[in-house]
């Protein structure tokens, strides 16, 4: 800032001054700042977070038939589709109760009711999923209530059930709306009944070929199950032959309903201990059992993971996954030299950065920050615990901003960054790489089939850390080996 | 035929010939459900004045509304980075309930003296006004306190649509105006209002007017400085590009500072040498001028013109569908694409008013599709319908396009590609070749299938 702060006492003083015009050479972004930060910010500064919102319209989009509807104003929907599409590069419709300034002085009812039925009439979804937005919080919007007025107006034409959830996007981030969202299903939709042998797995934000792997793993351990939410197919689907209102696949509404009859859930997710979540509620009123793991990342929290599967099922592991373990195993020795010990700085949503750093830790990187834009307050001793190889010294940091990253990042001396695309400018400004894992991942295709789960994506985010660290040792090197 | 909600039925019209222009409706809020391409009215602010790269630009209110607009435009800055940040007072549960004016002061103070920008804009998002907070209060407190303009910008999200943000926008921008020395600017001088330097055109076209020999005091926003602002007033006239968003401001410059506008666009060979004949004829006081943009547009479309042909040949009679912001750069954009021999089947956009329409049906081929404030569902069936291999719009349209198996071109701020000016045409054509041409399509379910009924007949 140091080139700005001269141009502004410049133009003070001669305010005749042409200004500079051309592509000139351009300073380096304030990001780039390497003074350290000395003093708090009231502001947060490039969030590594998003709005409680974004994590509900996902949820809804992982259910089959249902259109997701904010309660609030267009803008809302529209940022969030936006985003979405940026990283899935799928249609993702979400319709919005388009407030204006009546609907904000005298209730949004009015438009909530034109919104519904005009949704029912363009889409003819199976559900609505109705999340609302800081705007109708503000004003003190009953959902519930709504929703009666909904019914005694217009019953007839009610043609789907409609899930709500409360997400004020000055309470939380998009994690926070996930799974408020989950378990606002299986709240309103989940129903009693005598135990049918199945399992709920409630696996979190996490990519669609995340999504594809759990749904080829459960059944290999013969397990009748509901993954909630799926949008391994509505946001990773095929081209189409003609154009389809609501993309296929997602989970079914049965078996949303059938949640409430399972043997037994799982949940993924350790800052997650003390929420109510939809797991947590399903335990509380139908005496279904909870599992809580951490997201299986890696091979420690995978095994966690495969073993849970082998007692609900009785079964053993099958062989194909004992294999996968075996081989990254033996991927680990062949790579190990190439980056022990090398720092590297995690961040995103909680879990996935407890996961990474779990990951990291086995196969010898030091995480050397650990950082996310959320507030669980049990972040550290998720990490801690997930992790028990993780240096004292390693920096844990919630409600952090990349801004406050990068003025911490270049003391911290990282050898790489993994996580969404937004520490893009802090991995360029360090000449690092950048791992792009999570979301968002906006400046490459692919974000939605990155695989993070289980052996196999511990297998391909190894490769993919190895890889980086080789190709950075080629890149700076003057000799240029092409033989590591 | 599609099924339009009843209420979305005068937003839709179809070019029949001989009959006269219709009335459209438009210029009315979204209707509720109907899954709008619009945004809101802070969207329509932090479009119009995030290019400013030397002003801090600060979200207040929850972190959504600035987590969404980090560095998402592709709009460059010869200079300060400021712009690419994103500021959010990242309002919390107890500031909902205890006001937030507080947590503004303390952040601006902070970041001001950290960041020494030249002016901070304030943007109010929806429930700023719900809380009670006094954020003009606040900015004059602060602008007392730092010595720099401290503007707030009135653009709360439901407070109506995205065209009422880009007037909010134009608003606060208006304060700065008026407010620096004018004394050394010329006689041939110009405002560019309503360009964003998207992809640096704005210096494409910088460097046009400087070959006539014109001064262009400020752009407004692309890669400007709140110095160039606070003295535009002095430029000779304002050529309005992107007119949706800009003309209020420009008006307002003709009330207070006597300076004319113009409507002009630097899409397309033709508009682009429209714009340049436009300013030339304005300063014909100096016959020169007009001389010297008759030869640059000579130069500039013999340059490009070989290649463009070579595009033309193989892109005729290819059809393309057209969703944009502004219904200005619609009829640029159905010019250029007659340019390379493709014919416009549909066109829409946000925030067209009722004068645009009547000119898009005017320009446009019979059995033309004009639409306003369209959705998913409508823009899928029309693309369908008129079979078009090409779509022209933003993020949100791309993967309506690539589900069926159409070609994309993004027309949007997050390009990253210059497509103003005589070598924007160029990169504009070579787009809509590449979108159009690339082998991957005969894979797409449609095509394939249509391929197949081809080879079984």
Redesign the interface.
């Known amino acids: 800032?140091i080139?700005?702060?001269h141009?502004?006492v410049r133009?003070r003083e001669d305010?005749?001054?042409i200004?500079?015009?051309?592509?000139?050479p351009?300073?380096?972004?304030?990001?780039e700042d390497a003074e350290p930060r000395s003093?708090?910010?009231?502001?947060?500064?490039?969030?590594c977070?998003?709005?409680?919102?974004?994590g509900a319209c996902l949820v809804f989009r992982g259910v089959e038939g249902c259109v997701p509807?904010l309660h609030?104003?267009?803008?809302?929907?529209?940022?969030?589709?936006?985003?979405l599409?940026?990283h899935f590069?799928?249609?993702?419709?979400?319709?919005?109760?388009?407030?204006?300034?009546e609907?904000?002085i005298f209730g949004g009812s009015g438009?909530?009711q034109?919104?519904?039925?005009?949704?029912l009439?363009?889409?003819q979804p199976q559900l609505i999923g109705a999340a609302t937005?800081?705007?109708a919080e503000?004003?003190g919007e009953d959902m519930p209530r709504l929703l009666h007025d909904l019914r005694e107006k217009h019953g007839d034409s009610i043609t789907a059930p409609i899930v709500t959830v409360s997400t004020?996007?000055?309470?939380g981030?998009q994690i926070d709306g996930f799974h408020a969202a989950v378990k606002a299903l299986v709240e309103q939709l989940g129903q009693p009944g005598e135990k049918t042998g199945a399992v709920n797995l409630f696996p979190g934000m996490v990519s669609a070929a995340d999504l594809r792997l759990l749904k080829e793993i459960l059944p290999d351990f013969g397990l009748n199950y509901t993954l909630l939410p799926d949008y391994s197919e509505t946001m990773d689907g095929?081209?189409?032959?003609?154009?389809?209102?609501l993309q296929s696949g997602g989970t079914a509404l049965a078996a949303i309903a059938a949640t409430g009859s399972a043997e037994a859930s799982i949940e993924f997710g350790r800052t997650l201990a003390n929420t109510e979540t939809a797991g947590a509620s399903l335990q509380k009123k139908f005496n279904v059992p909870r599992h809580l793991l951490g997201l299986p990342i890696g091979i420690r929290e995978s095994d966690a993971f495969f073993a849970l599967l082998s007692v609900l099922s009785g079964r053993e592991t099958p062989v194909k996954y004992s294999r996968e373990r075996g081989r990254l195993v033996d991927s680990l020795i062949d790579g190990h030299k190439y980056i022990f010990e090398k720092r590297a700085i995690v961040y995103g949503e909680e879990d996935l950065v407890v996961g990474l750093a779990s990951f990291l830790c086995e196969i010898g990187v030091t995480p050397v920050l650990c950082a996310s834009g959320g507030r669980s307050k049990h972040f550290e001793k998720a990490l801690r615990d997930a992790a028990p190889a993780l240096p004292a010294e390693t920096l844990v940091k919630e409600v952090f901003d990349f801004?406050e990253m990068s003025e911490l990042a270049p003391s911290l001396k990282p050898d790489f960054l993994i996580g969404s695309s937004?520490g893009y400018?802090i991995a360029r400004s360090l000449r690092v790489p950048l791992i792009r894992v999570g979301f968002p991942i906006h400046d490459r295709i692919g974000g939605q089939r990155v695989l993070h789960l289980g052996y196999r994506g511990a297998q391909e985010l190894y490769d993919r850390v190895v890889n980086a660290l080789m190709d950075a040792k080629q890149e700076t090197s003057t000799v240029g080996y092409a033989y590591l | 035929m599609i099924d339009l909600l009843p209420e979305r039925e005068p937003q839709v019209v179809r070019k029949t010939v001989g009959a006269p222009a219709a009335d459209m409706a438009c210029g009315k809020a979204s209707a509720a459900g109907s899954v709008s391409q619009r945004a809101c009215v802070f969207c329509g602010s932090r479009v119009v004045l995030y290019p400013i790269s030397d002003a801090l630009h600060i979200v207040h209110g929850p972190i959504g509304c600035a987590a969404y607009t980090w560095d998402i435009r592709g709009a460059l800055s010869s200079g300060p980075q400021l712009h690419r940040n994103s500021f959010s007072t990242d309002l919390q549960e107890m500031d909902v309930i205890f006001g937030g004016e507080k947590k503004l002061e303390a952040a601006l103070l902070e970041l001001i003296a950290h960041y020494k920008p030249n002016a901070a804009f304030i943007y109010s998002t929806c429930i700023v006004g719900l809380i009670g907070d006094d954020v003009s209060a606040v900015c004059k407190r602060v602008a007392e306190k730092t010595g720099i303009p401290v503007l707030p910008v009135h653009s709360e999200g439901f407070k109506g649509t995205k065209k009422d943000g880009y007037r909010a926008a134009c608003e606060a921008v208006y304060r700065l105006i008026g407010t620096g020395d004018t004394t050394c600017i010329g006689t041939h001088s110009i405002n560019i209002l309503g360009e964003f330097n998207l992809a640096g055109e704005t210096w494409i076209l910088r460097d046009y007017y400087k070959r006539l020999g014109i001064e262009v005091v400020a752009c407004i926003t692309g890669d400007s400085r709140i110095a160039d602002i606070r003295r535009c007033h002095g430029a000779k006239l304002n050529l309005v590009q992107c007119s949706g968003s800009m003309t209020h401001l420009a008006k307002m410059m003709e009330r207070d500072h006597s300076i004319p506008f113009k409507r002009v666009s630097y899409f397309g060979i033709e508009d682009m040498s429209a714009a340049l004949y436009e300013a030339a004829k304005f300063f014909s006081g100096d016959p020169a001028i007009m001389v010297r943009a008759q030869q640059l547009v000579r130069e500039e479309i013999a340059a490009i013109y070989p290649e463009l042909q070579r595009y033309k040949q193989k892109l005729v009679g290819k059809k393309a569908a057209i969703y944009v912001g502004g219904a200005f750069k619609a009829f640029s954009l159905v010019r250029a694409l007659r340019l390379l021999g493709m014919e416009t089947a549909v066109v829409g956009s946000q925030t067209g008013d009722m004068e645009d329409y009547r000119q898009l049906q005017e320009i446009s081929d019979p059995g033309t599709i004009i639409v306003d404030d369209s959705n998913p569902l409508e823009l899928a069936e029309f693309c369908l319908e008129k079979d078009v291999d090409l779509f022209i719009g933003g993020v949100k349209e791309r993967p309506i396009a690539y589900k069926l198996g159409i070609g994309f071109c993004d027309h949007n701020h997050e390009r990253k590609e210059p497509l103003a000016g005589f070598v924007g045409m160029l990169n504009f054509a070579r787009e809509v070749y590449a979108s159009v041409a690339s082998p991957v399509w005969q894979f797409a379910p449609r095509r394939a299938n249509r391929a197949k009924e081809v080879s079984i007949a």
């Not at chain 1, 200004?19 to 000139?24: A, L, Q």
């Not at chain 1, 351009?26 to 990001?31: C, G, K, L, Q």
């Not at chain 1, 977070?49 to 974004?54: G, V």
């Not at chain 1, 004020?168 to 309470?171: E, L, N, Q, V, W």
Request: a positive charge; proline letters at 7%.
């Open positions: 800032m080139a700005t702060s141009l502004r133009w305010t005749d001054a200004v500079p015009v051309g592509p000139g351009t300073v380096p972004p304030p990001m003093r708090h910010f009231s502001s947060t500064r490039n969030a977070k998003l709005c409680t919102p974004l509807f609030g104003s267009q803008g809302c929907s529209t940022y969030i589709r936006r985003y599409i940026s590069r799928e249609p993702m419709d979400i319709a919005s109760s388009n407030f204006h300034e609907s904000a438009n909530f034109k919104g519904v039925l005009n949704v009439r363009q889409y937005t800081c705007l503000t004003i004020a996007s000055y309470r981030t095929e081209t189409w032959s003609e154009y389809e209102k801004a937004k400018q």
